[in-house]
């Protein structure tokens, strides 16, 4: 069982084969659909959770998250070097809400994850106890070896979210994987970016709910397979083949 700084196991008793195929799916998006209910509760949740820590009204709050994310890619980042927040204080009140009873189920989600030959892992900006929350729901946490959730992203003393270089380099390194045989799903552009250029293979969930969905008309040279969904990348030839 792998278990590094950025890797934690997701389930103790559960032992995963080795093999030279390293899958590294996205949560938010890739796995489920969150733009069903999730993120219209993490918006309300992330800005309450600045309004808070800061003590400032919604306003105000709703733009600094916004200026924050645009940013560094994660508000927690943010609120930690300009304001002295507390990381894990901050997580989990910006995830402080229903997070079961809104996710959407992806019906034969864990049969299809299981048929498709490699060892998986899940890479999220999102927190661990909201991440393993959805995975249960969803059903699928026995298909993953481990996951490297935003708790875990800190190199250097500093959160290095995704699509940090650093942070995927240190991901290679440490699954000790090659990149040529390592998979990045994703419906963000820009961390698939980033993984190509350490030469990983790639491929794009498209979903109109991921922020710029609308400018993505065309599969870009760096993404290797774009599909709609996770389902179609899990009953491809790209994906089933050894």
């Known amino acids: 069982m792998i278990c590094t700084p950025l890797i934690k196991p997701l389930q103790p008793l559960v032992r995963h084969t080795r093999t030279p195929r390293v899958w590294l799916f ?10 069903h209910a999730i993120f219209g509760h993490i918006n ?6 600045v309004m808070q820590s800061l003590d400032i009204g919604e306003e105000e709050a709703s733009a600094l998250r916004k200026t924050y994310w645009a940013r560094y890619g994660a508000t927690l980042i943010g609120m930690v070097r300009h304001h002295n927040v507390k990381a894990a ?6 995830h ?3 997070i079961a009873g809104n996710t959407k189920i992806e019906k034969n989600l864990s049969a299809m994850l ?8 899940v890479v999220t900006n999102a927190p661990m106890h909201y991440a393993r929350i959805v995975l249960d729901r969803l059903n699928v946490r026995h298909c993953f070896a481990g996951i490297c959730s935003i708790n875990e992203m800190c190199l250097q003393g500093r959160f290095r979210p995704k699509p940090s270089p650093a942070l995927m380099q240190q991901l290679l390194v ?3 994987c090659e990149p040529t ?7 963000t552009l820009k961390n698939l970016k980033t993984a190509k250029l350490l030469n990983m293979k790639t491929v794009h969930i498209f979903h109109r709910g991921t922020p710029f969905s609308s400018t993505q008309r065309m599969r870009p040279a760096y993404v290797d397979l774009r599909v709609n969904s996770v389902q179609q990348l899990l009953t491809h030839p790209f994906a089933l083949s050894a």
């Not at 204080?89 to 910006?94: G, I, N, P």
């Open 44 to 49: 309300q949740s992330m800005t309450r959770a």
């Open 181 to 187: 045989r390592t998979i990045l799903v994703e419906d």
């Open 26 to 35: 996205d949560l938010d998006n890739t796995l489920h659909d969150a733009s």
């Open 96 to 98: 402080d809400f229903d």
């Open 114 to 121: 299981n048929a498709v030959p490699g060892i998986k892992y």
């Open 89 to 94: 204080d901050f997580l989990h009140l910006s």
């Open 174 to 176: 440490q699954l000790q």
